[in-house]
């Protein structure tokens, strides 16, 4: 049972375009939410987060939206380039993962930005 | 030098070899995670630990245990590793106070199980 599903495996868009990234969740009881991102060869890095009581966090050219009553959330990457190539992880945490500290992760998607 | 360290970065074993993956961490977390990467599944967690007497079993734990050796250390064992072991292993480390679920992850470990 994939608590934390990511759709689309993969997308693609043309450099200075906006990239979105979606993420929807089953469990009710998660309550904060983090998108991870990785290179080839390299380990998951933390990019952006949000708590369940926002709708909204932005860093830069990065920004999460959190629409609870869907169960969904967002990434946009505003504007792409080409180094945003990689995969990214969605990932939930809170009482729906035992209140542990445990993240569930999404499948990934694969961000190809083109120049 | 890297937060987190995998060893070995790639291994190559065959069915029935038991298979020793090792973590180590110099970020002064308490908490350390094993987390399997395969295609299409994302990551899925093996086992975590939240201090050295702390032992806890994760989605996927069936075939796989760990030792906490020390603070800073973490081992992944495949008693007698099979083929569908193949994957892409990941250590990571969180810190112990209020807890955000930030994981820090080393850079991995393949694995191949022929």
């Known amino acids: 049972d994939q608590q934390v599903k990511q759709n689309s495996p993969s997308l693609s868009v043309q450099e200075g375009r906006i990239s979105i990234l979606n993420c929807d969740y089953t469990n009710s009881m998660f309550d904060y939410f983090l998108w991870y991102k990785k290179y080839p060869a390299e380990g998951p890095t933390f990019l952006i987060s949000i708590s369940s009581i926002k709708d909204k966090n932005e860093d830069g050219r990065f920004t999460v939206f959190l629409n609870k009553s869907a169960k969904h959330l967002s990434l946009h990457i505003v504007p792409s380039q080409p180094g945003d190539s990689a995969v990214y992880f969605c990932?939930?945490?809170?009482?729906?993962?035992?209140?542990?500290?445990?993240?569930?992760f999404g499948q990934g998607t694969t961000l190809q930005v083109k120049p | 030098d890297a937060d987190v360290t995998q060893t070995p970065r790639n291994r190559i074993t065959k069915t029935g070899k038991r298979i020793m993956l090792e973590c180590s961490q110099t970020k002064g977390h308490d908490r350390m995670y094993w987390y399997r990467q395969d295609p299409g599944l994302g990551l899925r967690l093996i086992y975590y630990?939240?201090?050295?007497?702390?032992?806890n079993k994760g989605e996927i734990s069936d075939g796989y245990s760990v030792s906490r050796q020390a603070q800073a250390k973490f081992s992944l064992s495949l008693e007698s590793a099979i083929p569908n072991q193949t994957a892409l292993y990941f250590c990571?480390?969180?810190?112990?106070?209020?807890?955000?679920?930030?994981?820090?992850f080393g850079e991995g470990s393949r694995l191949t199980v022929l």
């Open positions: 990932a939930a945490s809170g009482r729906g993962s035992g209140n542990t500290g445990k993240l569930i």
């Open positions: 990571a480390t969180s810190d112990l106070r209020p807890n955000t679920g930030e994981l820090f």
């Open positions: 630990s939240f201090d050295v007497k702390d032992i």
